[in-house]
């Protein structure tokens, strides 16, 4: 890979959307409402509308959680037995709320995905964005010469 497509790895577009943040520029919100992506960064202006996470969030949260709480329940049937009341009681909020905390964060990390990758709409911002950046390091390399 070349210095231009190192500028903001795809590692880093995720985390910035993991927060919730712009993968572009990392201060503007991604999100507008709960799980509705903003339209564009209030802050740079990069635009999210043609994004398509759809049900992919959904289904890592349902992995993730699943492989966490499953087997937590069963430790504790097998080493304690409560009863099934208590079971319902501490294992379906804890479900609820574990899934709805990571739903956000993962929406906007797919979507961070999606932009550094160029895929479903954000092709033509990523060929912009290296255009800038390659007639940003020629102008560097111009002005060194001079």
């Given at each position: 890979m070349t210095p231009i497509e190192d500028r903001i790895s795809l590692g880093k577009a995720m985390w910035r959307g993991f927060l919730g943040k712009c993968p572009n520029c990392g201060k503007g919100?991604?999100?507008?409402?709960?799980?509705?992506?903003?339209d564009h960064c209030e802050q740079c202006g990069e635009s999210f509308h043609h994004h398509?996470?759809?049900?992919f969030p959904a289904y890592l949260v349902i992995i993730v959680v699943g492989h966490?709480?499953?087997?937590?329940?069963?430790a504790v049937e097998v080493a304690y037995a409560p009863p099934a009341w208590?079971?319902?009681?501490?294992?379906?909020?804890?479900?609820?709320?574990s899934s709805l905390a990571l739903l956000q964060p993962t929406k906007g990390a797919i979507v961070g995905l999606q932009w550094q990758t160029g895929m479903h709409g954000f092709e033509g911002?990523?060929?912009?964005?290296?255009?800038?950046?390659?007639?940003?390091?020629q102008t560097a390399a111009r002005s060194k010469v001079a």
């Open positions: 919100s991604l999100f507008g409402r709960f799980l509705k992506v903003a398509r996470a759809d049900d966490s709480v499953v087997p937590a329940i069963l208590l079971q319902f009681a501490i294992w379906l909020p804890l479900t609820l709320f911002s990523k060929q912009r964005h290296l255009a800038e950046e390659t007639l940003r390091l």
